[in-house]
């Protein structure tokens, strides 16, 4: 992003949030392009647009699913939305696909539902003209705020990567929603025996989020909790929290410090990794840990899943498309109001998940005491990723929904 840019974007966070994000809104669709009536067939090439650069889940989903539709020999444009104001530019641009171009296509906008008309009128009227817009769309409670049904009317068709997240679709668009799950592989260079090394064969759990996607959402305290309930201060067990963007909300970054103190097993990392890191990271661990009230995917479970990593994680949401008692570790909880400090899902209309810590701190002894358990897991966790996840059934899985 430019030095302008970012000077747009300090300015505009100093205005109040709702406030701010309606006249965003509103001012938007004052010059977004209408998608074209009838809508036009799926046709390729197949244009990913995202903000490619930022190290967000808006980035990674627009990230995978070009990488697997290039590997698959579709026809791909892309449009990197990074220099917008909804993107930032952590990562570089790693895509070597041609940029899009005006004419007849398909456009997979990987861009929040009121944030539609705004990337649209970023692309502007050329590039819209004669292309099928789909929207992919991650929300990750049962219901869509009001402010998302602006998005309605500016897309085709919906693709989602969860049947949670599309029921809450259904109920307000009425067009297509299609189920699409992420497509997930292992970059090359993916090396978990330097981390081992580093934590001298103690039992490893590992959580991460970004703070940018909700503190209270991702729910990084009740993983802390869970962790220390487990195994106190015992250097046996290490715990890495890896946090990203923590001034976002610097009160959640403060909780977090707070909740770990002085423990001398839980170690928070904030520098930015790179995609072999994480994965080395998941692939080191005992135990990935997401303790979450809602989740639209669920990208670090089923990350982990495919290394092999035993998963800990709240049983609701969308996890449970994929996540179960056969292949890893569900946790009970119980519906509370969605009260979010942080503003992004504050709805007390609607009800997430309060995950049962001492059932987590259950999970995390059993795995550390029973190395078959753990085992099981793992193979059984890897099959199914494979199956769900991998590249050639997401490739037959778009092909098929475009029709080409």
Request: proline residues 10%.
């Amino acid at each position: 992003m430019t030095g302008f840019g970012r000077l747009l974007h300090r300015a505009w966070s100093l205005l109040p949030r709702r406030p701010r994000r309606w006249a965003f809104i509103l001012a938007s669709t004052l010059r977004a392009p209408r998608p074209q009536q009838p809508p036009p067939p799926a046709r390729p090439p197949v244009v990913v647009a995202g903000v490619f650069r930022s190290a967000s889940g808006l980035g990674e989903s627009a990230r995978l699913q070009l990488a697997a539709l290039t590997s698959a020999d579709v026809p791909c444009a892309i449009a990197d939305l990074s220099p917008s104001l909804l993107g930032s530019d952590e990562l570089p641009l790693a895509a070597s696909v041609p940029p899009v171009q005006p004419g007849p296509g398909s456009l997979i906008l990987h861009v929040s539902g009121p944030f539609v008309p705004y990337a649209l009128g970023w692309l502007g009227r050329p590039i819209v003209a004669e292309k099928r817009v789909i929207g992919f769309w991650h929300w990750e409670l049962p219901r869509l705020p009001r402010e998302w049904r602006v998005g309605c009317r500016y897309v085709h068709e919906v693709w989602v990567p969860s049947r949670f997240v599309a029921e809450a679709v259904a109920a307000d668009f009425a067009g297509p929603v299609r189920v699409v799950p992420h497509p997930i592989s292992l970059p090359e260079g993916v090396d978990p025996a330097p981390l081992r090394r580093r934590f001298g064969g103690a039992f490893l759990a590992v959580a991460m989020f970004n703070m940018a996607s909700g503190f209270e959402r991702k729910n990084p305290l009740a993983a802390v909790a869970a962790f220390r309930r487990a195994f106190d201060r015992d250097m046996g067990a290490r715990l890495v929290v890896k946090m990203l963007n923590g001034q976002v909300w610097p009160d959640g970054e403060r909780a977090l410090r707070a909740a770990i103190a002085d423990a001398p097993n839980i170690e928070l990392v904030t520098d930015t990794m790179s995609r072999v890191e994480v994965f080395s990271l998941l692939a080191a661990a005992d135990v990935a840990l997401s303790l979450h009230r809602a989740e639209g995917f669920g990208l670090l479970a089923a990350e982990a899943m495919l290394l092999g990593t035993p998963v800990v994680a709240t049983d609701w949401s969308a996890t449970t498309d994929f996540v179960n008692a056969a292949n890893a570790c569900p946790v009970p909880c119980r519906l509370v109001p969605a009260i979010d400090p942080q503003g992004s899902y504050h709805d007390p209309n609607q009800r997430w998940a309060d995950p049962d810590i001492d059932a987590a701190a259950q999970w995390l002894r059993r795995l550390r005491e029973d190395h078959a358990l753990a085992e099981r897991l793992g193979r059984t966790a890897r099959a199914m990723a494979i199956e769900m996840f991998g590249l050639e059934n997401y490739s037959l899985r778009t092909r098929t929904i475009l029709g080409f």
